[in-house]
């Protein structure tokens, strides 16, 4: 009987392999790791050393390289400290440069490739056609196919020259949901003429790239005969991706302990039909048993099916030995902060200024109130709570007499009337959004900060749509990103230190002409 564990990439906790770790590797061959940020934050010097071991131990189990992975994508989603923090996808969106995408995975691989991960679960290639969407948003590069399949190619191509495999995700198409698969079964719901128009030829792009890896999410798509399970237990989905779409490589689960995985809780009958509809690689999560974990897949006899997938697996580890590892030096390298800065730059968009309020040119006495939210995390994929609020600091780069007024993200009548009695007197008022249709304190605030006359900067710090919550907003920018390098080249836009080239990802909201 073939042994599923061999598909397995299994977590841990701390920076130093755990005794249990060397037992799978050696018992069950697993197939690898993958490193969390809540679960394995080390500077990277230790998690250079902490992959060095786990691969001495694989070698030492007569196989290899262990496939290590991680979710760095930028942006929202920095899976692993102490690595240059790259503006996200929907900021490279706004920049229309494949050529930037190109550079940003690049660089990204490197820094991955040189602390020993050889596997990113990025780009993701989902279309967000939804600006609801609760989990996907900014991460991805926008709504329109051709642009998102065209961003994607180029950040694959750069991540794979730097020796770390690409793994798109999440066919067959996250972006037009209205549920997160992290808590429940999110569904498909179009028919296969528009998946085949708008949500697949982002992945079609991709492949054609020659991504190493697909990981398949946890939808429902009942246009293929998936209504009430998951594509990771759908075979009709897995052979939309192998012969329609043409992917000879690995296929990835998402997170098996997330709740879409096994509505029922019937974890056993789940893994059985994940291996079984051509899953090559069964990602575990912090909530999944390790123990329970193996005990199920020993019983499953894989067949010809996870044959395949030993094949498929065997194939991207022959890859992987043909890679180099960079040296850690290029980890936060001064070369890939310019870049960052660069993307951040390009990125920043000004919607409107009907104010005419921009380049910022006020008395160096003049009183400007910075308001934003302490950030949170909005989705599991998410680590937003590592940022610390920087907008007030960013502003200080150009103008001193600055307060700062840090709000909650779905701020009360009682904060809201305590902030405006707080910045009654300032002279300019700059507020930073995070997704203030959802949190509708923050676009409460904003319309009563409109309402007030008193020279108003409203700024969408994630999600464009934000615009739509507060419309009346004279002077409008999207920075797409909460990091310090996002909100410095705002406000190096906002005072005219550099032109405002950015362009909308996303429709449903007018960028106006600016004169």
Known sequence: MTTLTEQLLIWFAGDEPPPHIERMIHAHRIAGVTLYRHLNSAPPERIAALTTRLQAMATAAGYGPLLIGADQEGGQLQALPGLTAFPGAMALGATRSPALAFRVGAAIGAELAALGVNLVYAPVCDVNTNPHNPVIGVRAFGDDPALVGTLAAAMVAGFQQSGVAATVKHFPGHGDTSADSHYGLASVTHPITRLQEIEWPPFAAAIAAGTQAVMIGHLAVPALGATDLPATRAPEVIAVLRRQLSFGGVAISDALDMAAFAPDGNVATALREAAQAGIDLLLLGEGNDLAQTIAILNQIDGGETAAAARQ???ALRRWLREQARPDLSVVGCAA?????DEVAQR????????AGILPVRIPAMAHIAVVMPQPVNLTPADTSATERPALADAVRRYHTNVSEHIITIDPTSGEIADLL?????ADLIILGTINAQV???QAQLAQALIQRKTPLITVALRLPSDLLAYPQAPTHLCSYSIQPVALRALAAGLWGDITLRG?????????????
């Open 312 to 314: 498929r697996i065997a």
């Open 336 to 340: 890939h902060g310019a870049l960052a």
């Open 347 to 354: 990125a920043i968009t000004l919607v409107r200024d009907r």
């Open 421 to 425: 009695a707080a910045i009654a007197g």
């Open 439 to 441: 949190h509708r304190g």
């Open 503 to 515: 362009q909308l990802p996303v429709r449903g909201i007018e960028q106006e002409a600016i004169a």
